[in-house]
T-cell receptor
């Protein structure tokens, strides 16, 4: 079985500050891990993914995440927040390979204050 | 990049009627499509997985006779909500992927409101 826990349903940062969104996973098999962003009334856009290659993954819009097996974590970071980063962020896990079904975390709302 | 569209983007219907939502992969062939529903301020819950030419696989608790899924071609899957009720009001999102790859591409979603 697989599951994802996102710590903090709401994160607020100032523009220019570090963004840290936490994600811990549980998986009985080697996982694939994903971060998606959702803007209001829109679908999901892939930010980045870990698929058993490099543990530090760089994505779009300056985001990156590090896979830490010992901590079962895949936290999302960005050095400097921008107002346009305000959105809902979802961490997801799937079984490796073959477009496996995604299990999503509860989501974290990122608020960016001017 | 891979683009997935959904139609309609929003729909309002009366209780008891049926509504069909289309999901299309515009620039790639999707061997697998997924249907999710999302309630306000909540996460996405997988409803079913459909493979082209096969019957959909429904998640536990999802009524297959109420949520009819057809994946007749490699670029089109449809979700029909039959005899809709107000509790079916939700945001329905599809995603599409290709066998052998690890990424799903999401559609923009369909907002269903049942009066």
């Amino acid at each position: 079985a697989q599951s994802v826990t996102q710590l903090g349903s709401h994160v607020s940062v100032s523009e220019g500050a570090l963004v840290l969104l936490r994600c811990n996973y549980s998986s009985s098999v080697p996982p694939y891990l994903f971060w998606y962003v959702q803007y209001p009334n829109q679908g999901l856009q892939l930010l980045l993914k870990y698929t058993s290659a490099a543990t530090l993954v760089k994505g779009i819009n300056g985001f990156e995440a590090e896979f830490k097996k010992s901590e079962t974590s895949f936290h999302l970071t960005k050095p400097s927040a921008h107002m346009s980063d305000a959105a809902e962020y979802f961490c997801a896990v799937s079984r490796s390979g073959n477009t496996g079904k995604l299990i999503f975390g509860q989501g974290t709302t990122l608020q960016v204050k001017p | 990049g891979a683009v997935v569209s959904q139609h309609p983007s929003w729909v309002i219907c009366k209780s008891g009627t049926s509504v069909k939502i289309e999901c299309r992969s515009l620039d790639f062939q999707a061997t697998t499509m997924f249907w999710y529903r999302q309630f306000p301020k909540q996460s996405l819950m997988l409803m079913a997985t459909s493979n082209e030419g096969s019957k959909a696989t429904y998640e536990q608790g999802v009524e297959k006779d109420k949520f009819l899924i057809n994946h007749a071609s490699l670029t089109l899957s449809t979700l029909t909500v039959t005899s809709a009720h107000p509790e079916d009001s939700s945001f329905y999102i599809c995603s599409a992927g290709t066998s052998g790859t690890d990424t799903q591409y999401f559609g923009p979603g369909t907002r269903l409101t049942v009066l």
